[in-house]
C-alpha cells in the first residue's frame, strides 16, 4: 500500500492478475479495506481480481501429462472449462510439487518410473525425462554426455511453464549425436534409450 501511496495511483488501481493462490484473496481484501478507509472507495475484490490464464493451462498441461489420479484429471477440466474449483486446483498444484520434490530425492530409473505414472500413456515422454534424470544423478552420467554430446537437455519441472518445449528443441538440435550416444551405451541407457517411433512422435509434439 505503501507503494501506491507513494506513486499516487491508489485511486486508480484496477486489476489484480495472480495465480491461484488463496493468498490472493487476502491481499486483496485488505487493499479494498484500506481503499474504503482512505478514500471512501468500494472496491471489490473477487470482481478485480483475475486468475493468471498461463498459470492454469500450464495445471491442465502437467494433469494430463503427470496425473495419475483421477483428482489430477478433474482438476485439469475444472481448470480448461473456467468452472471455478480453487482447493481442488490448489491440491493437485501442490501433490504435483510434492511428488517432484519426492522425485529428486530418489534418482534411479525405478523411482522416476514410479513418480512419473501418469505418462505412462506417453513412452516417448517418459523415456525422455529419464533420460534427462539419467544426465544429471551423478558426475559420470554428466561428463559421459557431456564429452558425446555437448548440450545438456535440461529437464522438465513446475515453475518453467514452457520447459518440455526446450528439452524437445534442444533434444533434436543434437539429435544425430543423441542417437549415437544411445547406441554405444544401450546397457546403461536402460529402458531410457529412444525408439525410432519414440522419435517420431516427439517430432510431432
Known amino acids: 500500500m505503501s507503494i501506491l501511496e507513494t506513486f499516487g495511483i491508489m485511486s ?3 486489476y489484480h492478475t495472480g495465480d491461484n493462490a488463496t493468498s490472493n484473496n487476502t491481499c486483496l481484501e485488505s487493499i479494498a479495506r484500506r481503499l474504503k478507509e482512505n478514500l471512501n472507495i468500494d472496491y471489490d475484490p473477487k470482481k478485480h481480481r483475475i486468475r493468471c490464464i498461463g498459470h492454469i493451462i500450464n495445471l491442465s498441461l502437467q494433469a494430463f501429462l503427470l496425473g495419475s489420479s483421477n483428482e489430477a484429471l478433474v482438476a485439469a477440466l475444472e481448470a480448461a472449462s473456467e468452472v471455478t474449483s480453487e482447493d481442488l486446483l490448489i491440491r493437485f498444484s501442490q501433490a504435483l ?109
Open 12 to 14: 486508480k488501481l484496477g
Open 97 to 205: 510439487t510434492t511428488r517432484r520434490r519426492r522425485g529428486r530425492r530418489r534418482l534411479s530409473r525405478s523411482d522416476v518410473d514410479e513418480d512419473y505414472l501418469g505418462i505412462e500413456g506417453i513412452p516417448a515422454l517418459r523415456k525422455l525425462h529419464g533420460l534427462a534424470v539419467w544426465t544429471r544423478c551423478s558426475s559420470l552420467n554428466s561428463q559421459l554426455w557431456d564429452d558425446e554430446v555437448g548440450l545438456r537437455l535440461g529437464i522438465d519441472n513446475e515453475t518453467r511453464w514452457s520447459s518440455w518445449y526446450h528439452v524437445l528443441d534442444k533434444l533434436f538440435k543434437k539429435k544425430a549425436q543423441i542417437v549415437q550416444f544411445m547406441h554405444e551405451n544401450e546397457q546403461i541407457l536402460g529402458e531410457n534409450r529412444l525408439t525410432a517411433a519414440d522419435w517420431d512422435l516427439l517430432q510431432k509434439a
